[in-house]
């Protein structure tokens, strides 16, 4: 059971090792699939270790259980570690496909842009009009208070 339990916890340090190499190497699948075909042989050893498990003395169980117990946490850690991996490097893809979708991408014409043009000075000259009128009211009212109070003091 001892020479099983080092090769378990050999295969869990290897996988967590090729971990490393994941973030590192551009062109990961092979990696991944190194990963995973380690998770698959730890899950074959750890099947075999719980039957291992009773047959060790009784007086030993609880601690071989617990020893087994934690590679399989550490197993399920590694099988969870990798699906984020692999779902992180898919929005990776997806993000970079979109990324040179956008770039290659040709917006609208260059009667579309001119047309743009027109129609932002055409609203900065409405807006330059609409404050000039406001300004001529403005000044025409004070004008108007101003002639009424002269007319009604006068």
């Known amino acids: 059971m001892d020479v099983l339990y080092h090769q378990t916890s050999q295969l869990i340090q290897e996988a967590f090792d090729l971990f490393h190499k994941l973030d590192s190497i551009p062109d990961s699948d092979k990696v991944e699939n190194d990963i995973q075909f380690k998770i698959n042989a730890i899950n074959g050893n750890c099947e075999k270790l719980d039957i291992l498990v009773f047959k060790t003395p009784i007086n030993q169980r ?29 929005r990776r893809e997806q993000e ?56 009604v003091k006068g």
Do not use: C
């Open 62 to 90: 609880p601690m071989a259980k617990m020893r087994v117990d934690q590679l399989k946490y550490d197993n399920k850690h590694l099988q969870a570690s990798l699906i984020n991996a692999q779902n992180k490097r898919r």
């Open 96 to 151: 970079k496909s979109e990324r040179e979708q956008l770039l290659s991408r040709r917006f609208g014409n260059d009667h579309m842009a001119i047309t743009v043009d027109y129609m932002a000075q055409e609203n900065t000259s409405l807006q330059n009009s609409h404050r000039n009128v406001d300004e001529m009211l403005h000044t025409g009212l004070f004008w108007n208070i101003l002639l009424e109070s002269f007319l």
